[in-house]
């Protein structure tokens, strides 16, 4: 049997905090989670990771692991040191999944007294464990809120008491301003719980859909907005699509590719708003007919214009 570092499987030092350890779980749950990873060993990281987890966020169980010290490492070949863990008493359906999942490593430690344990543990109740996930949306319905249905595939236990992966359905109210990388809880949507304890929650995590139009940094929106060389030159009133809806912008004259014109509080919305940029840039009409490559040529003769004129290093 092989020892497990919990701490290098983390990437985290034995020192690290709930909450870094908390930060470092969710991380690697994203990046290992074998419905969006292509990880060629996603499955296998996945579960190692979330084992790790399951020991390292209980207080009472890292400090059992912690008593064994630091003189193994990762790989090395081991044998659990007689009452390593001070005569503690460790239930692994507390884990909130079977002990199919767990590997040889964690059930010597962890799973050796689980079904002869009679402490209160083995006899009581224990919430079932909270899940994490992913969605994404469109940026359209964190402008206006939505009723969506996502199809998640969860962790439940079998009758041989085995975890599966099993697929659900289920209805989600997608809050009006809800940002990228915010958190949904569903209450009872996460693991069963152990005995009469109740369900754990679903954390569903916000990403936004990859949109070719628009851009997003926190709470403010950015979009590219094409115009005629004509319309940038002289000014225009143009029709601009936004998340939102269409809206009408006034284009200064004498504008140049690369500039912004913001639209204050036209962001996500909340109650501090974000703001919508449109980046400017110039769109040149194709020479693809006889007229339209007169026009050029006329349009070329009516300027004394070098567009590299003041580029360095050009020859004079």
Not at 65 to 81: H, I, T, V
Not at 177 to 200: I, S, T, W
């Amino acid at each position: 049997m092989k020892f497990k570092d919990y701490y290098e499987v983390m990437g985290v030092e034995r020192t690290a905090t709930q909450d870094e350890i908390k930060r470092a779980y969710r991380k690697l749950a994203r990046k290992f989670h074998p419905d969006v990873s292509k990880e060629p060993n996603a499955e296998a990281r996945f579960k190692e990771v979330g084992e790790a987890y399951e020991v390292l966020k209980d207080p009472e169980k890292r400090a059992a692991y912690d008593r064994m010290g630091s003189q193994w490492k990762n790989g090395q070949d081991f044998e659990p040191p007689p009452n390593w863990d001070g005569g503690g008493q460790f239930d692994e359906r507390e884990f909130g999944f079977g002990g199919g999942e767990h590997s040889d490593f964690f059930k010597s430690l962890f799973g050796r007294r689980a079904h002869g344990a009679q402490g209160p543990r083995a006899r009581g109740h224990a919430q079932g464990r909270d899940n994490h996930a992913q969605i994404e949306i469109d940026l359209e319905d964190a402008y206006r809120g939505a009723q969506r249905t996502i199809s998640l595939r969860m962790p439940v236990m079998d009758a041989q008491g085995n975890v599966i992966a099993q697929e659900r359905k289920l209805d989600v109210t997608i809050p009006k301003g809800v940002r990228a990388g915010q958190h949904l809880r569903l209450n009872g949507q996460g693991g069963a719980g152990f005995g009469e304890g109740p369900a754990g929650n679903l954390y569903l995590e916000i990403a936004f859909r990859p949109d070719p139009n628009f851009r997003v940094e926190g709470r403010d929106v950015y979009m590219d907005l094409p115009l005629a060389p004509w319309e940038a030159a002289l000014g225009a009133a143009v029709t601009a699509a936004t998340p939102d809806g269409p809206v009408q912008l006034n284009i200064p004259a004498d504008s140049r590719a690369g500039r912004k014109l913001r639209l204050k509080g036209r962001g996500i919305p909340a109650k501090h708003p974000g703001d919508l940029y449109a980046v400017l840039s110039i769109a040149l009409p194709p020479a693809d007919t006889q007229g339209a490559k007169a026009a050029y040529r006329a349009f070329g003769k009516a300027f004394d214009f070098d567009p590299r004129a003041k580029v360095e290093g050009e020859p004079s």
